[in-house]
C-alpha cells in the first residue's frame, strides 16, 4: 500500500472532526498518513540513519546525529516493529513494538531511529485549519473537546499491549488505504476512520469513565488491600486493573495519583517491610526470608532492601541485635 501526502488539490474537506473554538471553525486536513521503515547503524565512528525503501522507492541516507523539529500539526505515531530510541520533547525516548506517540502541535519530534537499531512506525499527521489559522490544543484537549467531557493527565509515550496495537494498526492502515483511493468520498471515509482511531484511544488509553471518581478511589483502595493482602506472592497488574474495571494503562497511572506510589513500588516495600520483621524476630537465613517475603533471589532481595532501607539485610540484622 502507499503512503498518503496531502497535495492541496482535494476535495473540499468534510464537516466531521469539525472543532468550533472562539466563533472560528477548524476543518479537519488529513496531511500524511502511511508506514516508514527506517535503520540506524554506526559507520567510521558516525552515526548513519537509512530509510528503507518499498518497491518503486529510493533510499535516503542521513549523516549525523538525528535533529529534532517542530510543526503545528497532530502526529499519531504506532511503532509496530523493531526497537531502537526516537526524540520527543528534547529526549530520546525508547521505542519498541506497542510504543505509542501522540505528539502535540510545536512538541519536538524525531521519529526514525534516534540510536543504532531498526523501527518501523505506522502514522497519521492532521491539522485543523480555519483560512491560514491552524488550531494548536494540546492532543488531550483536542480529544476531550470530542469526547464531551475532561480527560485525566497520559503519560507520552504510551504502552500498549497486544490487542491495542493491532486495533490501532489496523485502523491506521485502514485510513491510508482510505485516504489513497480515487474516488469523490474518499476523504470522508478517511475522517470516519480516523473518527473509530480516535475514539477507541480515548476509550483505551484515557479510559473515559461513567462512573464518578468515588467509586474509581474506593476501587482503588480495594486493590491497595489486596496488594498487603497478597504481598508476598505474584499479583499482576491485569488483575488488579480487573479488580477497579480500568485499563492496565490507565490503572497504574490513577493508582500512583491516589497513593503516590505504582503497585510494584507498593509491594516491595511491602515486602521489605515483613523482611524488617523477620530479620529481627527469627533465626531464619537471609535466603528464606527473601522466599517467605516474596523474592525469587537473594541478590534481588538484597538490592531492594538495600535501595529502600539504606542499608544491607545483613547489617540491618546486626544493628538490631546490638540495640
Same mark, same amino acid.
Not at 7 to 12: A, H, I
Not at 256 to 262: R, S
Given at each position: 500500500?502507499?503512503?498518503?501526502?496531502?497535495?492541496?488539490?482535494?476535495?473540499?474537506?468534510?464537516?466531521?472532526?469539525?472543532?468550533?473554538?472562539?466563533?472560528?471553525?477548524?476543518?479537519?486536513?488529513?496531511?500524511?498518513?502511511?508506514?516508514?521503515?527506517?535503520?540506524?547503524?554506526?559507520?567510521?565512528?558516525?552515526?548513519?540513519?537509512?530509510?528503507?525503501?518499498?518497491?518503486?522507492?529510493?533510499?535516503?541516507?542521513?549523516?549525523?546525529?538525528?535533529?529534532?523539529?517542530?510543526?503545528?500539526?497532530?502526529?499519531?505515531?504506532?511503532?509496530?516493529?523493531?526497537?531502537?530510541?526516537?526524540?520527543?520533547?528534547?529526549?530520546?525516548?525508547?521505542?519498541?513494538?506497542?510504543?505509542?506517540?501522540?505528539?502535540?502541535?510545536?512538541?519536538?519530534?524525531?521519529?526514525?531511529?534516534?540510536?543504532?537499531?531498526?523501527?518501523?512506525?505506522?502514522?497519521?499527521?492532521?491539522?485543523?485549519?480555519?483560512?491560514?489559522?491552524?488550531?494548536?490544543?494540546?492532543?488531550?484537549?483536542?480529544?476531550?473537546?470530542?469526547?464531551?467531557?475532561?480527560?485525566?493527565?497520559?503519560?507520552?509515550?504510551?504502552?500498549?499491549?497486544? %490487542?491495542? @496495537? !493491532? &486495533?490501532?494498526?489496523? +485502523? *491506521?492502515?485502514?485510513?491510508?488505504?482510505?485516504?489513497? $483511493? #480515487?474516488?469523490?468520498?474518499?476523504?470522508?471515509?478517511?475522517?470516519?476512520?480516523?473518527?473509530?482511531?480516535?475514539?477507541?484511544?480515548?476509550?483505551?488509553?484515557?479510559?473515559?469513565?461513567? %462512573?464518578? @471518581? !468515588? &467509586?474509581?478511589?474506593? +476501587? *482503588?483502595?480495594?486493590?491497595?488491600?489486596?496488594?498487603? $493482602? #497478597?504481598?508476598?506472592?505474584?499479583?499482576?497488574?491485569?488483575?488488579?486493573?480487573?479488580?477497579?474495571?480500568?485499563?492496565?494503562?490507565?490503572?497504574?497511572?490513577?493508582?500512583?495519583?491516589?497513593?503516590?506510589?505504582?503497585?510494584?513500588?507498593?509491594?516491595?516495600?511491602?515486602?521489605?517491610?515483613?523482611?524488617?520483621?523477620?530479620?529481627?524476630?527469627?533465626?531464619?537465613?537471609?535466603?528464606?526470608?527473601?522466599?517467605?517475603?516474596?523474592?525469587?533471589?537473594?541478590?534481588?532481595?538484597?538490592?531492594?532492601?538495600?535501595?529502600?532501607?539504606?542499608?544491607?539485610?545483613?547489617?540491618?540484622?546486626?544493628?538490631?541485635?546490638?540495640?
Amino acid at each position: 500500500m502507499r503512503n498518503y501526502v496531502r497535495t492541496g488539490v482535494e476535495t473540499p474537506p468534510p464537516r466531521l472532526l469539525e472543532v468550533v473554538h472562539d466563533g472560528r471553525v477548524y476543518t479537519l486536513a488529513v496531511k500524511h498518513a502511511g508506514t516508514e521503515r527506517w535503520r540506524q547503524v554506526v559507520t567510521g565512528g558516525k552515526q548513519v540513519t537509512y530509510y528503507v525503501p518499498r518497491e518503486g522507492e529510493r533510499t535516503r541516507v542521513f549523516t549525523g546525529t538525528p535533529t529534532a523539529h517542530a510543526h503545528i500539526i497532530y502526529h499519531l505515531v504506532l511503532y509496530t516493529q523493531g526497537e531502537s530510541t526516537f526524540l520527543l520533547n528534547g529526549a530520546q525516548v525508547p521505542a519498541t513494538r506497542g510504543t505509542l506517540a501522540l505528539v502535540d502541535p510545536g512538541m519536538l519530534h524525531c521519529f526514525p531511529p534516534a540510536s543504532p537499531g531498526e523501527l518501523t512506525y505506522a502514522q497519521v499527521c492532521f491539522a485543523l485549519q480555519h483560512d491560514e489559522q491552524v488550531l494548536d490544543w494540546p492532543f488531550r484537549q483536542l480529544l476531550g473537546y470530542y469526547a464531551g467531557c475532561s480527560l485525566p493527565e497520559c503519560g507520552v509515550p504510551l504502552h500498549l499491549d497486544e %490487542r491495542q @496495537t !493491532e &486495533t490501532i494498526a489496523g +485502523l *491506521l492502515s485502514t485510513l491510508t488505504g482510505d485516504l489513497t $483511493r #480515487r474516488h469523490p468520498f474518499a476523504e470522508f471515509q478517511g475522517a470516519v476512520t480516523l473518527a473509530h482511531l480516535l475514539s477507541f484511544i480515548t476509550h483505551e488509553c484515557y479510559q473515559v469513565q461513567a %462512573r464518578d @471518581t !468515588e &467509586t474509581t478511589e474506593a +476501587l *482503588l483502595r480495594e486493590c491497595k488491600a489486596e496488594i498487603a $493482602r #497478597r504481598y508476598h506472592e505474584e499479583v499482576s497488574i491485569a488483575e488488579l486493573a480487573a479488580m477497579a474495571g480500568l485499563s492496565k494503562g490507565y490503572f497504574q497511572r490513577a493508582f500512583k495519583e491516589q497513593f503516590g506510589v505504582t503497585p510494584i513500588a507498593l509491594q516491595r516495600q511491602l515486602r521489605v517491610e515483613a523482611a524488617k520483621n523477620l530479620l529481627l524476630t527469627s533465626d531464619l537465613l537471609i535466603a528464606e526470608i527473601a522466599r517467605r517475603v516474596g523474592f525469587a533471589d537473594q541478590y534481588f532481595f538484597s538490592k531492594t532492601f538495600s535501595k529502600l532501607a539504606g542499608i544491607t539485610p545483613s547489617a540491618y540484622r546486626r544493628r538490631g541485635q546490638a540495640g
